[in-house]
């Protein structure tokens, strides 16, 4: 069984030396595990008890955000979710279907001492798992009044192909706006077209149209807009690539007087291992190409980012910008991030971030500095807790002001063990899961007859890709069986450990792979179980 993972949230970090306390952008936490909720002090009004949970199999993948579930008869999900906020407080309550995916989302308000409903979201999947519909409602006048829905239709490769979004008004429901979707073969999407509900008829907005090469490669992206009954160009983008499916360069160009004019070029380099080397940022002015920006990027052997190099094009010459530094630990977990700024030709520090982890590299704090009169003035602080399984327990976020620390609303955005995807803003955040059982083993529809590896779906894709593998009926004797899936580049190196020879019941499992911190290209996915070894091709394209 897998934990919970929290995903990570980045935020730009603010550029500029400060000599107040002003406050920075906090980067939010790197990815780590979490899955019961600790049980709160006793005169607090949102005690819940704790239930012994056995301990579970562990997912790892501290910087390659990786989400793992199975064909399981249990899951780990979230009951319940209180969220401390500035400006009020919320408890939040799920129910699930028999495949571990939300039915019901249930959110409440603490008010004069007692818990108030406040908003219900109802879910609908046909299936196959598809999200068919998502109902809004508020507690109004003492009862659930509708608010909005969206509707969605797929076609027979799970692809969607519509979305329509309605709101209730004057007890029916009215056409707000939809999507509708193409594509072509192998799924990749061909157009996207958004409409608009007015006076009674459906309006044409935007219409995104793409190309791609015969590797899968996103070529070009046109923008246009409806105007006097018909389509207009507006703006698009044009793409190249290398031979590894790199991406290499991304022009953008507006349509102004009948023809395409350039605005702005990026150029990117990569080295043999695939990491980005530079990025070089251009705008066209007076019919020729002049520089803005330049970013290069160095590494550690084994592919952690050490740092980035910002300049700025001045005077015909390239002038020190910005400079990030990284470290990390022997396991590759990130210990710090030190922000710099070139000043009067030195580097005069700006920010820092530190990390620090216990002895199963869960992060235990990220703690944001920043560089005021020559020294270093805390800022924001993050704390995670953990029970004895790995499971984290809270979330507290806190500003520095007046000499102490005090609460500061912070984002998480986790997934739990069935995919489920949470987001909450507040202060102090804490969780409370429950163990169901599902009737995903005594589906038919999940018996595998074959060991089998799946196209991952989509692809290419950006970030995130689901791969879907078959241990067979009978492969399974006395234990389980490990299984091994890692993610390979063009050069044959690992760059990804998905599933590390760990023990999987027989029957469908999925994993969801996470390349954000991968370049464009391609790459190759291999899964061995027991005797059976097979490999697939993969495209990141960003």
């Known amino acids: 069984m897998k934990h919970l993972i929290i995903l990570t949230l980045l935020f730009c970090?603010?550029?500029?030396?400060?000599?107040?306390?002003?406050?920075?952008?906090?980067?939010?936490?790197?990815?780590?595990?979490?899955?019961?909720?600790?049980?709160?002090?006793?005169?607090?009004?949102?005690?819940?008890?704790?239930?012994?949970?056995?301990?579970?199999?562990?997912?790892?993948?501290?910087?390659?955000?990786?989400?793992?579930?199975?064909?399981?008869?249990?899951?780990?999900?979230?009951?319940?979710?209180?969220?401390?906020?500035?400006?009020?407080?919320?408890?939040?309550?799920?129910?699930?279907?028999g495949k571990g995916q939300i039915t019901v989302s249930f959110t409440e308000r603490w008010s004069n001492g007692q818990w108030m409903n406040y908003g219900r979201r109802t879910l609908a999947y046909?299936?196959?798992?598809?999200?068919?519909?998502?109902?809004?409602?508020?507690?109004?006048?003492?009862?659930?009044?509708?608010?909005?829905?969206?509707?969605?239709?797929?076609?027979?490769?799970?692809?969607?192909?519509s979305e329509l979004s309605?709101?209730?008004?004057?007890?029916?429901w009215v056409n707000n706006s939809r999507f509708t979707f193409t594509y072509n073969a192998i799924g990749n999407m061909l157009s996207k077209l958004f409409e608009q509900w007015s006076n009674g008829q459906w309006v044409n907005s935007p219409r995104y149209t793409y190309t791609y090469d015969i590797n899968g490669n996103n070529l070009s992206e046109l923008y246009e807009i409806w105007s006097n009954g018909q389509w207009r160009n507006a703006?698009?983008?044009?793409?190249?690539?290398?031979?590894?499916?790199?991406n290499l360069s991304e022009l953008y160009e507006i349509w102004s007087n009948e023809q395409w004019e350039n605005i702005y070029r990026d150029t990117?380099?990569?080295?043999?291992?695939?990491?980005?080397?530079?990025?070089?940022?251009?705008?066209?002015?007076?019919e020729q190409w002049e520089n803005i920006l330049r970013i290069t990027f160095t590494y550690e052997t084994n592919g952690n980012l050490l740092s980035t190099l910002s300049e700025n094009w001045s005077n015909g010459v390239w002038v020190?910008?910005?400079?990030?530094?990284?470290?990390?630990?022997?396991?590759?977990?990130?210990?710090?991030?030190?922000?710099?700024?070139?000043s009067n030709g030195v580097w005069v520090n700006d920010s820092r971030l530190i990390y620090t982890y216990d002895i199963n590299e869960n992060i235990l704090s990220q703690f944001y500095e920043y560089w005021s009169n020559g020294q270093w003035v805390n800022n924001y602080l993050t704390t995670y807790t953990y029970d004895i399984n790995e499971n984290m327990l809270s979330a507290l976020f806190e500003e520095w002001g007046g000499g102490s620390w005090s609460p500061d609303n912070g984002g998480v955005y986790f997934t739990d063990s069935a995919s489920n995807t949470y987001f909450y803003n507040g202060y102090n955040i804490t969780l409370k899961y429950k163990l169901i059982t599902t009737s995903i083993v005594g589906d038919e529809q999940n018996l595998a007859t074959e060991y089998s590896l799946s196209q991952n779906?989509?692809?290419?894709?950006?970030?995130?890709?689901?791969?879907?593998?078959?241990?067979?009926?009978?492969a399974i004797h006395e234990s389980p069986l490990p299984v091994t899936l890692k993610i390979y580049n063009v050069l044959g190196q690992v760059v990804a450990t998905l599933v590390n020879n760990e023990e999987m019941n027989e029957g469908k499992h999925e994993v969801e792979f996470d390349a954000s911190n991968l370049p464009s290209g391609m790459y190759f996915y291999k899964l061995t179980a027991n005797n059976f070894s097979q490999v697939k091709k993969m495209q990141v394209l960003k």
């Open 13 to 97: 970090i603010s550029g500029g030396t400060k000599a107040d306390a002003q406050k920075h952008h906090r980067e939010q936490i790197t990815p780590h595990h979490a899955s019961q909720m600790e049980r709160l002090s006793p005169n607090s009004p949102f005690e819940f008890e704790n239930g012994d949970l056995p301990r579970t199999s562990e997912v790892r993948s501290k910087l390659k955000p990786t989400v793992r579930f199975a064909s399981s008869p249990q899951l780990y999900v979230v009951d319940t979710v209180v969220v401390l906020n500035i400006f009020d407080t919320t408890r939040h309550t799920y129910s699930f279907n």
């Open 126 to 161: 046909d299936a196959g798992g598809n999200q068919l519909s998502i109902l809004v409602e508020r507690w109004l006048n003492e009862q659930w009044t509708n608010s909005s829905r969206v509707t969605y239709t797929y076609d027979t490769n799970r692809n969607k192909l």
């Open 166 to 172: 309605e709101t209730w008004s004057n007890g029916q």
């Open 235 to 246: 703006s698009r983008h044009i793409y190249t690539y290398d031979i590894n499916g790199n």
């Open 268 to 286: 990117f380099t990569y080295d043999a291992n695939g990491n980005q080397l530079s990025e070089l940022h251009e705008r066209w002015l007076n």
């Open 320 to 342: 020190n910008g910005s400079r990030a530094t990284y470290t990390y630990d022997t396991n590759g977990n990130q210990l710090s991030r030190l922000d710099e700024n070139w």
């Open 457 to 474: 779906y989509p692809n290419p894709f950006n970030p995130t890709t689901k791969i879907l593998f078959s241990i067979p009926v009978g």
